[in-house]
Structure formats: C-alpha cells, structure tokens
C-alpha cells in the first residue's frame, strides 16, 4: 500500500475539520492555506468524501464544509479506502475488494508463499488503521 497524495490532503483536511464537529462549517480556502493544498485538488477531495457521507457542505457566505460523522467513529483506514481503494498490497489478500489470481502457479494450491506473507502485511495496516479513529488523529493521540 502506497498513500497517495490525494489520502495525504483528505487527512490533513480532516485534521482542520474534526476539531470543528457539531460547529460551523470550515470554507474550503481556509483548509487549502492552512494546510498547504491546492485548492482544486481540495475540492475533489472534499467531494469524494462528501459523496461518501462523511462531510456535509454548504453554499453562501458562512457555507464551507463540516464533518458529518463523530470523529470518533470514523477510522484512518475508511478514509484512505475511500480515496485509494483497497489496503492489501496484491488483490488476493484484500477483504473487500478480494480479486482471484489469474496467473499465480499458486493459485490452485491450499498453500501460497506470497499470499501468507502479503496477507500478514495487510492485516498489520488494516490493525493500525482500521484502529486510529479521525478523534485520535487530529487530537495528537498516539497508539502504542
């Protein structure tokens, strides 16, 4: 798993906004300044996330953006599979986005080398992600 860029700027959004849950909404120009973005790549971002329900946004002069869900119900890794997809490092190892290998010799065995180890891999950056809720995140908190 590689973090793109377009994961790294939603995290970093959502490190102005969660501190802002249940208060007015952030403009998108004041996430984009504070937080070093370009703003039209901020805009894509935030409406990714809002289609998916996690923003809720708002026209005029004191519209902008806020956070939908509780920042502590909502986990690193759903907002990194939201914009890159699946967290498995090969298709064969994902929980949900599983794809069957085509061309693996392993493919028809019980045992595969690559997919134990691969599968190990995953469920290590599910364990952490998938337990790092945005409250966590943007509040400092480390996890041991």
Do not use: W
């Amino acid at each position: 798993m590689k973090l793109s860029k377009r994961s790294e700027y939603a995290l970093r959004a959502l490190i102005e906004l969660t501190p802002k849950y249940g208060q007015a909404p952030v403009q998108r120009h004041v996430i984009a300044r504070r937080q070093h973005i370009p703003i039209e790549f901020l805009e894509q971002i935030l409406l990714a996330l809002r289609n998916a329900g996690l923003l809720a946004s708002r026209r005029g002069v004191d519209g902008g953006y806020s956070l939908i869900k509780p920042p502590e119900k909502v986990t690193l890794g759903q907002v990194i599979r939201i914009l890159d997809g699946p967290l498995a490092p090969i298709g064969c190892v994902s929980k949900t986005a599983y794809q069957k290998c085509r061309d693996c010799p392993y493919a028809k065995r019980a045992y595969c080398p690559l997919q134990d180890v691969m599968g190990s891999v995953r469920n290590a950056i599910a364990d952490i992600l998938d337990n790092y809720t945005l409250r966590d995140f943007a509040s400092g908190h480390r996890k041991a």
